[in-house]
């Protein structure tokens, strides 16, 4: 029997969601048993094995069916794996592989062969699976994964490089235009693109003259390939974040900044005060890998806080404005990117003038300034952003939007913990055969990111890289010129001395070239212990990024309610639980195929589909003029006398640039204040924050949502009394019971990939009327 392409995509959603519940609408609808939507998952994209040439020809023809020429985004991370070595059929090389071991999978050609290697000790097990994606950098268009390779945790930076140089090679030499390779900020990544910036035979030398006499900002663009591909280097603007935090944290240094200090005491007050705008779990036993917590942190909301209730605490104030700006010049929706590359050069400056300070102020780096990572990591951060803007305006002709948030490792974190939804402790091999579902899942997200809960605490990763409320594609892609960086960067110099004027400290040769100032007292008069070097890390163990942290988060209340059905139907449970259980799944399905039918696609229509909006966005591009810019409108940072700043200014900067999840996301009780509130220039933030009116759009949505919270919640009482509680990352009998449970006696279901018998016909009956009900009221709260 042939289905429509609209069939299979509504089948594939509810099967995705719960098989149970597929199989009972079966029995009243004609839809595809769940061996041929199985079936058709594995044909979907037969992933390759390891790097050859079947990798490139798979990504050539997707981008090939969206009609798509234009650049793409690289990013690589990697993760833990659970150690194990699986033979695996491959059909490229129409052979049996050895899964799991580090480097290419070996070839499996004789029993006796694999255990002598075996037993010398030359196969390892690896320990982590590291993963490349390709993004498009266009609004709604799903991640792509398109490698992945076992290795260990000893592996050199020269190591992972050869496996990023063939990957290069093989994109470039087909034309793929790659723009930018991006990493977490661990000493080894950043080693790596360091190896492949020196492996360019040719640069494009940008240079911005430095306002302070220095020698000039120099970005050193790598033409990388044959083609001279321009590439820009680019590091996670979330783990910068989190860095800048645990800096922040650190008991192993007190940031000092002038006459004022930024350390962990004073932001801790911003979860116990009454108005504060931090949660307590920010603060105390906190996840350093939290993300929303480091958002609240660097959010307008604190400055207005610290203006409000602590004014003086001036360092931290600037501390938080400085690096909040510089991460939204990343995360920010609706900036122009001029103002980016102030905010950028802004934190460049700050930095630098920082370490002036303190070199004259003989204090030692390794206590009062930040940890070299940290410091690496801005560096990259700023010149990454600089490099884009000059590719995509002179490289590219300006004829594509610039979406930085989208060009990170954010992608690579989201594939990792849509991995461990489908199964929590993976092998290698198990890697491979999900991949057509996490491809589902990936697309799912698209629909779903906007709902993403900025109020979670410790949550771990919160990934909002599709959120696109308040977008404004027209802005993002109004280039500067050099007149108009010039002028950014005189901005960005002067606010940047006009901030370290509000700190205390004299502004004249900060900075700059001139060295004729009385130099200031140094720390040694008052003690006479000896100062540490300057190079000196006392605490990078603990600041550094852990590369091998597993990635969690707390998803939206649609996937809690998917997460939620899968954990009671794997429970015992009486019959009368067992109907309740269906009844809310059948529930959840309506709502999931409700969303899911705007946004889902299949194989089928996916290439259509993504080539119309692309060709869409194009269209509105080519008839948009950009403005012209006049460098004169440029308004200094701060018009008033020097160390006079009004901080209230600070405060609207900073709510003016957060992003939509960090206005959101802080604590509000007892803290609600409107007065100050800066709204970004578009109707979609705008409209988010008013009351729905009746019968309109927002009002539909706003009953939707609460429709899937109270279904939430109805799932989360029914297993409080089925839960058998399962804590943390199982391995050996647990991870086999997952894999191995049959389903529950007389449902329908599928126990290694066989279907089982449907139930009876009363039950069915029974089940199927309850279904059917339950959707027509969920329709009739959607639908207006």
Same mark, same amino acid.
């Not at 302070?212 to 990388?224: F, S």
């Not at 590439?231 to 989190?242: E, F, P, V």
């Not at 005491?265 to 911003?270: A, D, E, I, M, N």
């Not at 997460?563 to 067992?578: C, F, G, L, P, V």
């Given at each position: 029997? $042939?289905?429509?392409?609209?069939?299979?995509?509504?089948?594939?959603?509810?099967?995705?969601?719960?098989?149970?519940?597929?199989?009972?609408?079966?029995?009243?609808?004609?839809?595809?048993?769940?061996?041929?939507?199985?079936?058709?998952?594995?044909?979907?994209?037969?992933?390759?094995?390891?790097?050859?040439?079947?990798?490139?020809?798979?990504?050539? @023809?997707?981008?090939?069916?969206?009609?798509?020429?234009?650049?793409?985004?690289?990013?690589?991370?990697?993760?833990?794996?659970?150690?194990?070595?699986?033979?695996?059929?491959?059909?490229?090389?129409?052979?049996?592989?050895?899964?799991?071991?580090?480097?290419?999978?070996?070839?499996?050609?004789?029993?006796?062969?694999?255990?002598?290697?075996?037993?010398?000790?030359?196969?390892?097990?690896?320990?982590?699976?590291?993963?490349?994606?390709?993004?498009?950098?266009?609004?709604?268009?799903?991640?792509?994964?398109?490698?992945?390779?076992?290795?260990?945790?000893?592996? *050199?930076?020269?190591?992972?490089?050869?496996?990023?140089?063939?990957?290069?090679?093989?994109?470039?030499?087909?034309?793929?235009?790659?723009?930018?390779?991006?990493?977490?900020?661990?000493?080894?990544?950043?080693?790596?693109?360091?190896?492949?910036?020196?492996?360019?035979?040719?640069?494009?030398?940008?240079?911005?003259?430095?306002?302070?006499?220095?020698?000039?900002?120099?970005?050193?663009?790598?033409?990388?390939?044959?083609?001279?591909?321009?590439?820009?280097?680019?590091?996670?603007?979330?783990?910068?974040?989190?860095?800048?935090?645990?800096?922040?944290? *650190?008991? #192993?240094?007190?940031?000092?900044?002038?006459?004022?200090?930024?350390?962990?005491?004073?932001?801790?007050?911003?979860?116990?005060?009454?108005?504060?705008?931090?949660?307590? $779990?920010?603060?105390?036993? =906190?996840? $350093?890998?939290?993300?929303?917590?480091?958002?609240?942190?660097?959010?307008?909301? &604190?400055?207005?806080?610290?203006?409000? *209730?602590?004014?003086?605490?001036?360092?931290?104030?600037?501390?938080?404005?400085?690096?909040?700006?510089?991460?939204?010049?990343?995360?920010?929706?609706?900036?122009?990117?001029?103002?980016?590359?102030?905010?950028?050069?802004?934190?460049?400056?700050?930095?630098?003038?920082?370490?002036?300070?303190? *070199?004259?102020?003989?204090?030692?780096?390794?206590?009062?300034?930040?940890?070299?990572?940290?410091?690496?990591?801005?560096?990259?951060?700023?010149?990454?952003?600089?490099?884009?803007?000059?590719?995509?305006?002179?490289?590219? @002709?300006?004829?594509?939007?610039?979406?930085?948030?989208?060009?990170?490792?954010?992608?690579?974190?989201?594939?990792?913990?849509?991995?461990?939804?489908?199964?929590?402790?993976?092998?290698?091999?198990?890697?491979?055969?999900?991949?057509?579902? =996490?491809?589902?899942?990936?697309?799912?997200?698209?629909?779903?990111?906007?709902?993403?809960?900025?109020?979670? $605490?410790? +949550? @771990?990763?919160?990934?909002?890289? &599709?959120?696109?409320?308040?977008?404004?594609?027209?802005?993002? #892609?109004?280039?500067?010129?050099?007149?108009?960086?010039?002028?950014?960067?005189?901005?960005?110099?002067? @606010? #940047?001395?006009?901030?370290?004027?509000?700190?205390?400290?004299?502004?004249?040769?900060?900075?700059?070239?001139?060295?004729?100032?009385?130099?200031?007292?140094?720390?040694?008069?008052?003690?006479?212990?000896?100062?540490?070097?300057?190079?000196?890390?006392?605490?990078?163990?603990?600041?550094?990024?852990?590369?091998?942290?597993?990635?969690?988060?707390?998803?939206?209340?649609?996937?809690?309610?998917?997460?939620?059905?899968?954990?009671?139907?794997?429970?015992?449970?009486?019959?009368?639980?067992?109907?309740?259980?269906?009844?809310?799944?059948?529930?959840?399905?309506?709502?999931?195929?409700?969303? +899911?039918?705007?946004?889902?696609?299949?194989?089928?229509?996916?290439?259509?589909?993504?080539?119309?909006?692309?060709?869409?966005?194009?269209?509105?591009?080519?008839?948009?003029?950009?403005?012209?810019?006049?460098?004169?409108?440029?308004?200094?940072?701060?018009?008033?006398?020097?160390?006079?700043?009004?901080?209230?200014?600070?405060?609207?900067?900073?709510?003016?640039?957060?992003?939509?999840?960090?206005?959101?996301?802080?604590? &509000?009780?007892?803290?609600?204040? +409107?007065?100050?509130?800066?709204?970004?220039?578009?109707?979609?933030?705008?409209?988010?924050?008013?009351?729905?009116? &009746?019968?309109?759009?927002? #009002?539909?949505?706003?009953?939707?949502?609460?429709?899937?919270?109270?279904?939430?919640?109805?799932?989360?009482?029914?297993?409080?009394?089925?839960?058998?509680?399962?804590?943390?990352?199982?391995?050996?009998?647990?991870?086999?019971?997952?894999?191995?449970?049959?389903?529950?006696?007389?449902?329908?279901?599928?126990?290694?990939?066989?279907?089982?018998?449907?139930?009876?016909?009363?039950?069915?009956?029974?089940?199927?009327?309850?279904?059917?009900?339950?959707?027509?009221?969920?329709?009739?709260?959607?639908?207006?």
């Amino acid at each position: 029997m $042939r289905y429509t392409p609209t069939t299979i995509e509504w089948s594939q959603i509810v099967h995705v969601l719960s098989k149970q519940a597929f199989q009972a609408i079966r029995c009243v609808l004609p839809l595809p048993t769940s061996r041929t939507l199985e079936q058709r998952r594995r044909r979907e994209i037969l992933f390759p094995i390891g790097i050859t040439e079947r990798t490139f020809v798979v990504l050539k @023809g997707r981008l090939d069916d969206l009609k798509y020429g234009g650049p793409v985004g690289l990013a690589c991370d990697d993760t833990k794996l659970l150690p194990s070595l699986r033979p695996h059929y491959d059909s490229e090389r129409e052979c049996y592989v050895l899964l799991g071991c580090v480097g290419e999978p070996m070839v499996l050609a004789d029993p006796e062969e694999l255990s002598r290697v075996i037993r010398q000790g030359k196969v390892e097990k690896a320990k982590k699976i590291r993963v490349w994606t390709i993004k498009i950098p266009l609004p709604r268009v799903p991640t792509i994964v398109l490698a992945a390779m076992a290795i260990s945790d000893e592996q *050199s930076a020269e190591q992972l490089f050869q496996y990023l140089q063939r990957l290069l090679n093989g994109l470039l030499s087909r034309g793929i235009k790659v723009i930018s390779y991006a990493a977490d900020g661990t000493s080894v990544e950043r080693s790596v693109q360091r190896l492949l910036t020196a492996s360019a035979t040719q640069y494009n030398d940008y240079t911005i003259p430095h306002p302070g006499g220095r020698p000039p900002i120099n970005l050193h663009i790598p033409l990388v390939g044959i083609n001279r591909q321009p590439m820009a280097m680019i590091q996670d603007s979330n783990h910068g974040r989190k860095t800048y935090r645990n800096n922040a944290f *650190s008991g #192993a240094r007190v940031l000092t900044l002038g006459n004022y200090t930024a350390m962990y005491s004073q932001f801790r007050l911003g979860a116990f005060d009454a108005d504060g705008p931090l949660y307590r $779990r920010d603060v105390e036993k =906190l996840d $350093r890998q939290d993300d929303n917590a480091a958002t609240r942190l660097f959010s307008g909301h &604190t400055l207005h806080w610290l203006n409000t *209730s602590h004014p003086d605490l001036v360092g931290a104030t600037v501390y938080l404005f400085v690096f909040g700006e510089l991460i939204d010049a990343y995360q920010n929706r609706f900036l122009p990117l001029v103002d980016r590359v102030e905010m950028a050069l802004r934190a460049y400056f700050f930095m630098e003038m920082w370490e002036d300070f303190l *070199s004259r102020a003989a204090y030692a780096k390794s206590k009062h300034f930040l940890s070299p990572e940290a410091r690496d990591i801005t560096r990259f951060l700023v010149i990454g952003l600089l490099q884009l803007v000059i590719i995509y305006r002179d490289h590219l @002709g300006g004829e594509y939007p610039l979406l930085p948030w989208l060009l990170t490792t954010e992608a690579c974190e989201h594939v990792f913990g849509a991995c461990r939804q489908i199964v929590k402790d993976f092998t290698m091999q198990d890697f491979h055969y999900m991949v057509p579902k =996490l491809h589902i899942r990936l697309r799912e997200h698209l629909f779903l990111s906007e709902l993403s809960d900025g109020k979670e $605490r410790a +949550s @771990g990763y919160n990934h909002t890289y &599709t959120d696109t409320r308040g977008l404004d594609i027209v802005a993002l #892609a109004t280039y500067p010129s050099d007149t108009d960086i010039r002028s950014a960067t005189d901005v960005a110099f002067s @606010g #940047a001395q006009n901030l370290w004027a509000a700190l205390g400290v004299e502004v004249n040769g900060l900075g700059s070239a001139h060295t004729g100032l009385a130099r200031m007292p140094s720390i040694r008069t008052w003690y006479d212990e000896p100062q540490d070097s300057d190079d000196e890390d006392m605490e990078s163990a603990h600041e550094e990024e852990d590369e091998d942290e597993l990635d969690s988060e707390e998803e939206p209340d649609m996937l809690q309610i998917e997460h939620a059905i899968a954990k009671a139907e794997a429970q015992s449970m009486d019959t009368r639980t067992e109907d309740k259980v269906n009844s809310l799944t059948y529930a959840a399905a309506a709502l999931c195929v409700q969303r +899911s039918m705007t946004m889902y696609v299949n194989p089928i229509t996916l290439a259509s589909r993504n080539a119309q909006a692309i060709s869409d966005m194009a269209k509105e591009l080519a008839d948009t003029l950009p403005s012209v810019r006049d460098p004169d409108e440029r308004r200094p940072f701060w018009e008033g006398d020097m160390g006079d700043i009004d901080f209230d200014r600070l405060v609207a900067i900073r709510r003016a640039h957060h992003t939509v999840q960090a206005e959101k996301g802080v604590r &509000t009780r007892g803290h609600v204040d +409107s007065e100050h509130t800066i709204v970004p220039p578009v109707d979609v933030a705008s409209a988010s924050s008013a009351a729905p009116e &009746t019968g309109s759009k927002a #009002a539909i949505e706003h009953a939707r949502q609460a429709q899937e919270r109270r279904l939430l919640v109805k799932i989360k009482d029914v297993l409080k009394d089925v839960d058998e509680p399962v804590r943390g990352i199982t391995t050996g009998t647990g991870r086999d019971m997952r894999w191995r449970q049959p389903a529950a006696g007389g449902r329908d279901g599928e126990v290694d990939g066989t279907e089982v018998e449907a139930p009876a016909a009363g039950t069915a009956a029974n089940a199927v009327e309850v279904a059917a009900r339950t959707a027509n009221q969920v329709r009739g709260i959607l639908l207006p």
